[in-house]
């Protein structure tokens, strides 16, 4: 199982970026999808989670400015980011709860990909 993660670079303040991670391999079903971010010197951070039911939960920081959906058909998670600001640069990792085929569950995280916000 791989999770490939995309949609990270440079954008202007205010600006808006969409980041995609695309589940493969051995997938027999996924349950939690999400984002965590972790900016240099610091401990990475919820960004957003969306459970298999349809909830979704957000970070404090990301709250009204930030949407995570899911298309369930293509095991693929999206993060629409709008307003962004300096502080949330950062590398972002998308993660999965998934049940492989021969129905063992583990937490798979993507490689990261780097958002940076700068005038």
């Known amino acids: 199982v791989q999770l490939q993660a995309s949609g990270g670079g440079l954008v202007q303040p205010g600006g808006s970026l969409r980041l995609s991670c695309t589940a493969s391999?051995?997938?027999?079903?996924?349950?939690?999808m999400g984002w965590y971010r972790q900016a240099p010197g610091k401990q990475r951070e919820l960004v957003a989670i969306y459970k298999s039911s349809g909830t979704s939960v957000y970070g404090d920081s990301v709250k009204g400015r930030f949407t995570i959906s899911r298309d369930n058909a293509q095991n693929t998670l999206y993060l629409q980011m709008n307003s962004l600001q300096p502080e949330d640069t950062a590398v972002y990792y998308c993660?999965?709860?998934?049940?492989?085929?021969?129905?063992?569950?583990?937490?798979?995280w993507g490689q990261g990909t780097l958002v940076t916000v700068s005038s």
């Open positions: 993660t999965a709860e998934i049940l492989n085929r021969d129905h063992d569950m583990y937490d798979y």
């Open positions: 391999g051995s997938i027999y079903s996924i349950d939690t």
